[in-house]
């Protein structure tokens, strides 16, 4: 059974830090951060792959780092200068790739980050 666990949310000041950590199972070509706050969509906060390509959502750049160790199957994110609209369930996600050409995602269980005064 495939297993992603995160750690690291909570509550934080609006212009504080946070960082996720996530740990997997097993190997991912590409892993990353959702995020879905109350009433709205689930969107991509920040992915990379085994290559370590990023990806960025743009309401994040500049603000958001994600890093991942490759040998240790973990993914994490720093989050500085947080803003109350980063409030939201953050979610990792691992993302298998087939040479059939479909996708598989998987999804941790989600850690709430809530940023205000």
């Known amino acids: 059974q495939v297993q992603l666990v995160e750690s690291g949310g909570g509550l934080v000041q609006p212009g504080g830090s946070l960082r996720l950590s996530c740990a997997a199972s097993?190997?991912?070509?590409?892993m990353g951060w959702y995020r879905q706050a109350p009433g709205k969509e689930r969107e991509l906060v920040a992915a990379?792959?085994?290559?370590?390509?990023?990806n960025y959502g743009d309401s994040v750049k500049g603000r958001f780092t994600i890093s991942r160790d490759n040998a240790k199957n973990t993914v994490s994110l720093q989050m500085n200068s947080l803003k109350p609209e980063d409030t939201a369930v953050y979610y990792c996600?691992?993302?298998?790739?087939?040479?059939?050409?479909?996708?598989?995602?998987?999804w941790g269980q989600g850690t709430q980050v809530t940023v205000s005064s």
């Open positions: 996600n691992g993302r298998m790739y087939y040479s059939d050409n479909t996708v598989t995602d998987y």
């Open positions: 097993r190997s991912f070509f590409s």
């Open positions: 990379v792959n085994s290559g370590g390509s990023t």
